[in-house]
């Protein structure tokens, strides 16, 4: 090769190496702060891809185990109160065994049945105020709505009635009952009437329309109804209780709750868990346990039958509660199992090994510092050529 000041071909062919060290030494800094090996889809598209979905399926699977824990306390609080309710059972059937015996008069199975009946009102209270996030547990259920196909043509989407549903259950309506809803502009107020057994409701006054792209919340007091309105509905127009803005009631209530818990990460049958949770009423417990009393020999020998069909569904619905805890703790090992093997396939794919890229980097490092020497040195060789003109 011939000897030359204006290409310095050393110079270059060093620059190019140092550039590449330089780039890789970089990239290896970046993945050792990173502690991650994919740092973006050139460096391993495939690994990327698998890695980004296996990272989402930990996640859901935490969440997923969260959720089989508090199913798991759900039916903790359930079962405490269904063991409260036993110990209510079994004083009351004391109660009755001893109202039953002879050597009682009227007056003694009196007092008796003061206590009895208060009794058989804790159990109803208890199985009401049982809740988990406002979910009452051992009340049974409430399936009340309304029927699509009888809803007026005057409470409608395009009227602002975006939605009427039946929070909770208070007695006032039963499957099949004719319901109007009426409307007064100038007191801003619902009125929603039974037309099945002419009780009316209302709501509170002052209902406005809700603002464009919002939505607004009417409860109907004592109705256990939610009028959800949104921006189409008028407030100064009055609506009138008539069959255009009416609608007939479906459903109705149940001894059981049922409640699904998802406790996968997909929307298959296998990825949900359905409970059913028997109510604790005394009316759901056994035929006439609601009304029994304990006044007469008569009534205290009907309670004992009563009370006894009452303990021994309470203990089936107390073996149901515990079989579904036994399985949801067996579901929370086997998510707790699944997801520590997905996060380890995960890190497989996209988490660094320190050591062999520490190594790697040092590498580079070596190879930075040669470079930036070598070019150091390339540049020095025209000047060596100068001294030809001396």
Do not use: C, W
């Not at 149940?254 to 996968?264: D, P, R, V």
């Not at 073996?319 to 699944?338: C, M, Y």
């Amino acid at each position: 090769m011939a000897l030359n000041v204006i290409s310095n071909f050393a110079a270059n062919v060093a620059h190019r190496h140092l550039q590449q060290s330089d780039m890789e030494a970089t990239n290896s800094l970046a993945k050792l702060s990173a502690g991650t090996r994919v740092l973006s889809a050139k460096d391993d598209a495939a690994s990327l891809a698998i890695g980004s979905r296996l990272r989402a399926e930990v996640s859901a699977l935490r969440q997923a185990s969260v959720n089989a824990g508090q199913a798991i306390s759900m039916l903790q609080i359930a079962d405490g109160a269904m063991a409260r309710v036993d110990d209510i059972l079994v004083r009351m059937k004391t109660l009755a065994v001893q109202s039953s015996s002879g050597q009682l008069s009227d007056t003694e199975r009196g007092m008796l049945n003061q206590e009895y009946a208060a009794l058989r009102a804790e159990v109803d209270r208890i199985a009401d105020d049982t809740e988990f996030n406002g979910t009452a547990l051992l009340a049974g259920s409430n399936t009340f709505g309304v029927d699509a196909g009888t809803l007026g043509t005057a409470i409608e989407v395009a009227d602002g009635f975006e939605q009427i549903t039946f929070s909770n259950d208070t007695g006032a309506f039963a499957s099949g009952n004719t319901v109007q809803i009426a409307y007064d502009a100038t007191a801003d107020q619902f009125t929603v009437t039974n037309t099945s057994t002419g009780v009316s409701y209302t709501s509170d006054a002052g209902v406005a329309a809700p603002t464009a792209g919002s939505f607004q919340e009417v409860t109907i007091n004592g109705a256990g109804i939610t009028i959800t309105l949104n921006s189409l509905f008028d407030d100064t127009t009055d609506i009138t209780a008539a069959a255009a803005s009416g609608f007939t009631v479906a459903g109705g209530t149940s001894n059981t709750l049922s409640l699904e818990f998802k406790i996968g990460t997909g929307t298959d049958t296998p990825d949900d868990v359905t409970i059913q949770l028997v109510s604790a009423k005394a009316q759901a417990l056994a035929t006439g346990l609601d009304t029994s009393s304990v006044d007469t020999k008569a009534n205290a020998d009907i309670a004992i039958g009563a009370v006894n069909t009452a303990i021994d569904n309470l203990a089936i619905a107390r073996a149901q509660l515990g079989a579904a805890q036994n399985r949801l703790e067996f579901a929370s090992a086997n998510i707790a199992t699944t997801m520590e093997n997905t996060e380890a396939s995960r890190s497989a794919l996209m988490d660094l090994d320190i050591a062999a890229e520490m190594t790697r980097f040092t590498s580079k490092q070596i190879l930075v510092q040669s470079g930036v020497s070598m070019l150091a040195q390339a540049n020095q060789m025209p000047q060596n050529l100068l001294r030809l003109f001396q």
